[in-house]
């Protein structure tokens, strides 16, 4: 039998992993249903993950590739600028889908106890879909520009788990921290907007001066586009822009941990 | 291993209620405010998720309480609103931290606040009941195992695939209360999920929690204000007040406890001038004028004689609270030797078995005299008091507003 005690916690703890594990069905049906209630009673339902990146992609073609001539590492702008959407779409989207993912299941959470980290975390997961969605469109520009990935696409998955640990790091972060303050929903939507120029995703990392270049690649994602713009023109792999952006990234997502897990219990009293 | 299941001990919970936002009395002064406001809010928000000892803006919703429940009882918690019971359910069930105190349980738990949580309108029925489950603690194995069953008492069987948006609120009340009543755990914790729906359904809700306590000897939790679901259901009650338990015991004293909290309006009539009624009272079944259904109730009037009254004539009428008059009384001086030279005559009216409907009733009483046919006083809405079904007296439907009257016929078969 398994037994309970319930008391007051003070202070930082650590994940309740076994307790998480155990609830991973519920995760399941969150991530489900996020995906599911996104596009229903829509016409083109999941077709809007692939117009979304490809409509910036075709504005940002012809603005900064076309207008501002903007220097692309001598790839095709579309092709360029598509490369680093796609991980950069997937970045911002989970980004404000688990900030809110607390505030919008306020109703769960004052009514019945789970883990919590279950709700950023299938936040996370559902955009999964659309990321996978968006590949297609990458796809269909590779072939049209018949280029073809280099053996450095092996490093994918740890670009992923950058990715990932990235995302989900300020995701609970921000999750967190917006049960009690609404701001953090306002702010975000602008503040994705501006963080996109912190990243070379409408331009080149040559065009960082050399003396910023150490404080620019601390911004995780800077090494996740790089990455995998090399990946796919198979380039020798970045690594000076992806390993500080890594451990920036895995700071975030143990700082997230336990952040989430320190506000976990005013939640419902606050929500 | 004794067979306590839970113990609570010195349990507090220590709110935050909102204080009063400083008013500006000039413009500047508003000015400044609105400039200083997000500094002003920032501390506020802040403020929210703490709670301590020293500001003016801290309510304690549970203040220690402690109590034990043995394995297999069924414990019934009542109060009025914002006495506690909430609080203590959230805190039971893991959703909110005490801000002292501890609980030890042993067993699996599961709480219904609430019936359908997490339910999403785009989903199916069947798909929420997997997520409804799932939240609730099962496994998606175990779901599987009871998806037939948990269809089958729902009654929605032909919407299943449909999706829940279309549903009525009644049919999603009783798609969530079907996966609740699947769930198998040692400790079932339920707040009042029996105010929903209708009374059918509110019958089936009653009908599985018996089941769960009697036949499966499953530990219950159970918050109520519907006082003949809590004598029927439970043998022992606590009753908190203002978050302090102020009783623990026999569910029968709990309940009366429970209703003697409630201010009780105008007790006894009695004029300030000694003519016409003097005076009524009236004795129900328990304290607080609690009277309990089938049992005694008497009034006790008292009028003056000095108006030279030849035939007294008394009598009294039971209203409802929707001011329908459910009966009529009367007092018949013919049927009495009346000693008449005395200033004042006192008179009882004794009824042995009451079986007025549950409710709230009072009494208007009149006095007139018969022989002049003047009507000498009148007085209404005193000596208010309420009626409870407490344990199940015959297998009756106590649905609220179903009858004002019982009466008890013979029965029989030819």
Redesign the interface.
Known sequence: ?????????KGWKVVDFKELW??K??L???T??GI??RY??SVLGVGWAIIQPLFTTLVFTVVFGGLAKVESDGMPYILFSYLALWPWNYFSGTLSESANSLVA?A????????PRLILPLAAIFSKLLDFIISFAVLLVLLIYFQVLPGWQVIFFPILLIQLLACSLGIGMILSAMAV??RDVKYALGFIVQLLLYGAPVVYSTTAVPEQYQFLYSLNPMVGVIEGIRAMFLSRPMPWEWILPGAIIATLFFVFGLFYFRK?E??F???A | MSDTIIKVENLSKR?RIGLQEKKADTFVQQLWNNLKAPVENFKR??S??KFEEGSGSIHWALKDVSFEVKQGEVLGIIGKNGAGKSTLL????????????????????A?L??VG??F?P??TGR?NI??NG???????KEIDQKLDEIINFSGVEKYIDT?VKFYSSGMRVRLGFSVAAHLEP?ILIIDEVLAVGDYEFQQKCLGKMEEVSKKEGRTVLFVSHNIQAITTLTRSTIVLKSGQMVFNGGTEKGVTTYLGLEKTRSLDYRSNISKGIVSVSINTSEPNNIQRFNEKFSVEITISLIQNVKIPSVSYQVFDEYENSIFHELFLASEHELDLSTSQLKIVSEIKNLRLYPGEYYLKVHYADKFTKIKLDTVGEICHFKVEVMGELRDYYWQPGAAKYVEYGNWRIV
């Open positions: 039998m398994n037994k309970t005690i319930i008391e007051s916690s155990r609830y069905d519920l399941y049906f969150l489900v249903r599911k209630a229903s009673q299941n109703g769960m959470i004052t009514k019945v106890y789970f009690q303050y506000m219990r005013v419902a009293d606050v | 709110y928000i802040k929210l998720g959230k805190i039971l069930s893991k959703i909110t931290e005490p801000t002292s105190g501890r609980i030890e349980m042993n067993g699996r738990v709480a606040l609430e949580t997490g999403h785009e989903l798909e997997y997520m799932t939240i609730l603690g099962m496994t998606k999706p040692e």
